[in-house]
């Protein structure tokens, strides 16, 4: 992990204390709603629909245990004894008090954590690969870049008010775990014929109102031009980018807009004034920075092998999870462990003080004390020894958290929705926990295999419902609450937006239409390994229209 320097010590304590003072001045009617928005804003402080909400930074998804625990501390000193974890590799506390905020802040700062940057119209937080560092198909660890653009970005005075927010993911291997391609730009590190490290630069990706894949506008840029090939794409951005309407001000309208090839034009005459400018990468300092990612020294840890196969064979649980939790390593001795924040019938992403007390303890014992946050709402353990899987699972068993689910149905990723903000047009909590519930059994998730859904409460698409294989997307109708379909979207290396399927169902009527899809792909699907995606692409929509709609679809 990066560790801060006197610098990033100071800096962030002072803006604590700032916020503090800014604080005071609101809660004494010194400083008028209007004019502390845009302030709270920049240090992370929504108003949502019933309290205050405070967002918190983890770049590229890492924590240690002491970073863990003190979010525990936070949710247990400030807020009601929980956080949320999102699709953007933060944590969300949804009920602190105004006047606790900035102690909370200052907390924070003494593990090296902050809240800057969390919103407002600048460059949010740099997301990465979830398994970075630790996966067998990694051609590079891309944290290292999401900290050197977390650097470069951090209050960069040019780019702290563009005409939108802002988000930048990394991925450094064959598989995308990091949705690169609905970002607004996607960095893919690869190596060129001659084993240099390079990136392939995709841009104007997104969800929201108008969803859109990025476009490759870059095969291969060298790596130490990663600082000013990102500005350059940056300023042609904050230059041209709509500020007249703010549903249309994000990048991937001006690459609309524009065309993808006059945008690279655009993109590569302002590189070609930056690239030999101070912004051109050393060697050094790439290495200084990777040197904080250096992985853990891995013992040889061969007895796990047989320790498994006894466990497993006398364990269906723990066989079952390991079988759908665990994910190769790149030392065959260890493994990669999701903590699926999925129990049947929970909320997607939230954590208890106590279950983040408890993980970070398992970590610092079992994993190097090291934790991820996935894009896809769950914490993972990246470096397990095969071994200490036994111990692990037991203690996730403990605390509700050894749900075998990692990518199956009931591995939901759902946005707060109406329940807390204020923008939301309808609930997504409550559609989650009723679909988990029915579709709970082990053996019936097992028989569905992989199945991505993903449900937002509005238009903003937090729950990524445009790019889950199952899209659900909550609207008002006529002042009730309706849930349009969208099928076979998709977020990984082959990128796509999921197809509306027809008309909104009512709140009571959505998950009975999850199982009639379920049913249609179970009946139509060649055989048990093709998955709900696969054979979507292969049949199309009609089918689940049909199932959903009736005969009238067929002619639709």
């Known amino acids: 992990m990066y560790r801060y320097d006197e610098f990033d010590h100071a800096f962030v304590t002072e803006r604590v204390e700032q916020f503090r003072d800014q604080v005071e001045r609101r809660l004494s009617g010194e400083l008028a709603e209007d004019a502390f928005k845009p302030l709270r ?54 009920w602190p008090k105004l006047s606790d905020i900035p102690d909370a ?38 944290r290292p870049y999401a900290e050197i653009l977390r650097q470069w970005s951090s209050v960069h005075p040019e780019f702290s008010f563009l005409p939108r927010k802002f988000k930048i993911a990394v991925t450094g291997a064959e598989r995308d775990r990091a949705a690169i391609q609905v970002h607004d730009i996607g960095l893919h590190v690869k190596k060129n014929d001659k084993g240099e490290i390079g990136f392939a630069v995709y841009v104007g990706g997104g969800q929201g109102r108008t969803p859109m894949i990025a476009k490759l506008i870059r095969d291969f840029l060298p790596e130490e031009d990663l600082l000013s090939y990102t500005t350059a794409i940056v300023r042609v951005y904050n230059l041209h980018g709509r500020r007249d309407n703010k549903y249309k001000a994000r990048i991937k309208i001006l ?44 013992p040889e840890r061969a007895e796990g092998w047989e320790n498994l196969a006894r466990w497993k064979k006398a364990d269906s649980g ?14 065959p001795d260890y493994g990669m462990v999701t903590i699926s924040l999925k129990p049947i019938g929970g909320i997607p992403g939230d954590a208890s003080d106590a279950q983040m007390d408890a993980i970070a303890d398992l970590a610092e014992e079992y994993a190097f004390d090291e934790i991820r946050v996935s894009h896809e709402q769950n914490l993972i353990l990246p470096h397990v020894a095969l071994a200490d899987l036994e111990a692990v699972y037991r203690g996730l068993v403990a605390i509700n958290l050894a749900e075998a689910n990692a990518g199956l149905i009931t591995d939901i990723i759902a946005c707060p929705g109406l329940d807390y903000c204020a923008l939301a047009n309808a609930r997504s909590i409550p559609l989650a926990q009723e679909i988990s519930r029915r579709f709970g059994n082990a053996e019936r998730q ?24 199952i899209g659900l997307l ?26 509306i399927i027809g008309r ?15 049913d249609t792909y179970l009946g139509l699907r060649l055989d048990q390994s093709e998955n709900f995606l696969a054979a979507y692409r292969r049949v199309g929509p009609q089918p689940f229209k049909t199932a959903l709609y009736g005969s009238a679809a067929e002619a639709a």
Request: glycine content about 8%.
């Open 446 to 469: 097992a028989e569905i295999g992989e199945l991505k859904i993903k449900i937002s409460g509005c238009i903003n698409a937090c729950g990524h419902h445009h790019v889950g294989h």
């Open 41 to 94: 804003l920049m240090n992370g402080v929504y108003l949502q629909l019933h309290a205050y909400m405070l967002r918190i930074a983890i770049p590229y998804g890492t924590l240690s245990s002491r970073q863990l625990r003190m979010l525990a501390h936070i949710a247990r000193t400030y807020d009601r004894g929980y956080g949320h974890f999102t699709t953007r590799q933060n944590l969300q506390f949804n």
């Open 474 to 499: 909550g609207v008002e109708k006529k002042g009730a609450e309706l849930y349009q379909i969208t099928l076979g979207g998709s977020g990984d290396e082959h990128t796509s937006i999921g197809e």
């Open 105 to 142: 802040l200052a907390d924070l700062a003494s593990v090296e954590m902050h809240a800057l940057q969390t919103s407002g119209n600048c460059i949010r937080n740099v997301t990465a690969d979830h398994f970075a560092g630790a996966a067998a198909d990694e051609i590079a660890d891309p």
């Open 255 to 298: 690459v609309h807009e524009t065309g993808t090839e006059e945008l690279t034009r655009q993109v590569e005459a302002e590189f070609a004034a930056l690239k030999d400018s101070e912004l051109k990468l050393p060697e050094k300092d790439v290495q200084s920075i990777s040197a904080y990612f250096a992985p853990p020294d891995l």
């Open 318 to 331: 723990f066989s079952r999870w390991v079988q759908q939790n665990v994910q190769p390593h790149k030392n």
């Open 504 to 518: 909104g169902f009512e709140p009571d009527r959505v998950t009975d239409a999850i199982e009639t899809i379920v």
